[in-house]
Every structure is written in structure tokens, then in C-alpha cells.
């Protein structure tokens, strides 16, 4: 995944705002529409509701540029919306993660976006302690990076949690020697 995606900056007349792909941001469309395949018809096909709700909902700051749209949607005034339609693309790709430079990986089971999103809020917050708020900042492709590279620091401390397949080298009846335990820790700290 992408990380540190730019914010992408849209503009309707004076007014223009910077929305940043959040996992607050990407959780709560998610939520709202069910998934994400709703919020790209939405934005491809011009819906102004929906386009104010991910404009909403990916800036930090309060913008007109929503009740903007919403007022022009309930007059029925004809504004041109390409300029809206390929950055808001673009965000919500960012919000669900996608990275047109990764490589493809093996399928996987399907998960829902709700699923994996509260997945990258469980492991931002439980596994690698972040505070709420900074998890809900991230973008998904940052909590995901930073998940394997404590994985990869963690696998690089303890091992592998895989266990070795037919290790013979180890007798399991083998008794633990002390003494020689003794001399070796004797030897590491003198």
C-alpha cells in the first residue's frame, strides 16, 4: 500500500478543500453505504449526495463546498462535475487502500471493508499501541505498513510462530542441564 498519499485537493469556484484518506474517514463511508462499491457508483455517476459525504467526511476542516453541492442538487442547478469526478475517485481508492504500483498478491478470502477497516483499527491500537485518535488519522496503507514492519521486528526478536516441521535435532526426553545453563550465563555476564 501507499504510504503518505497526498491529500487531493478539490475546487468548485473560490472555495476548495484537501481531503486526506483517513481510516476514520474510509471506516465511516464503509458504514454508511454498505461498502464501497455504493460510494464509486455515487461519485461516478455525479451523485451530489454522495459526493458531499466523502467530501465530508475526508476533510479535517469545515467546508461549504458540501452544503454547496446539496443546495445545488435540491435547486436543480447544472454544474460541471469532472472536475470533482476523478480526484474523489481517486480519494476513495485511497481510502479503501488501493495502490496501483504494489504487486498483485494471491487471493485471499473476501472481507468486507467494515471488517478490514475495524481489522486496521484493532491492530493500530492493540497490537502496536497507538492512541485512537492517531489510528483513526492513519491511512489505511500507513496502519498496514506499520503492522508488518512490527510483525517483521517482532518475527526478527522471537522467531517464527510457525513451528519447525519434523525438527529432530532436539530430544524431548532430554533432561535440562543446569550446570552447563549455570556456566554459560556465568560466561555471558563476567
Known amino acids: 500500500m501507499r ?17 486526506r484518506p483517513s481510516l ?10 454498505n461498502g464501497f462499491a455504493p460510494v464509486f457508483r455515487g461519485v461516478l455517476d ?12 475526508g476533510s479535517d476542516v469545515r467546508t461549504a ?5 446539496t443546495e445545488i442538487g435540491a435547486k436543480g442547478l447544472g454544474i460541471s462535475l469532472d472536475q470533482l469526478i476523478t480526484p474523489l475517485v ?6 479503501a487502500g488501493h495502490d496501483e504500483d504494489a504487486p498483485s498478491s494471491p487471493a485471499t478470502d473476501p472481507v468486507t471493508f467494515t471488517t478490514y477497516f475495524e481489522g486496521l ?5 492493540g497490537v502496536m499501541g497507538w492512541a485512537p485518535d492517531v489510528a483513526w488519522a492513519a491511512s489505511p496503507g500507513e496502519i ?6 512490527r510483525a517483521g521486528l517482532l518475527k526478527s526478536i522471537f522467531g517464527s510462530a510457525e513451528a519447525p516441521a519434523d525438527d529432530h535435532t532436539r530430544d524431548p526426553n532430554a533432561k535440562f542441564d543446569r550446570e552447563a545453563f549455570n556456566a554459560l550465563k556465568a560466561q555471558i555476564s563476567g
Open 90 to 95: 481517486d480519494f476513495v481508492l485511497a481510502l
Open 46 to 57: 455525479g451523485n451530489l449526495t454522495t459526493i458531499a459525504e466523502v467530501i465530508r467526511e
Open 144 to 149: 498496514q505498513a506499520a503492522y508488518e514492519g
Open 65 to 69: 463546498i458540501p452544503d454547496l453541492l
Open 3 to 19: 504510504l503518505a498519499p497526498d491529500d487531493i485537493e478539490i475546487s468548485i469556484g473560490n472555495l476548495s478543500v484537501k481531503l
Open 121 to 125: 483499527f484493532r491492530a493500530a491500537t
Open 24 to 33: 476514520r474517514a474510509a471506516l465511516r463511508l464503509a458504514y454508511r453505504y
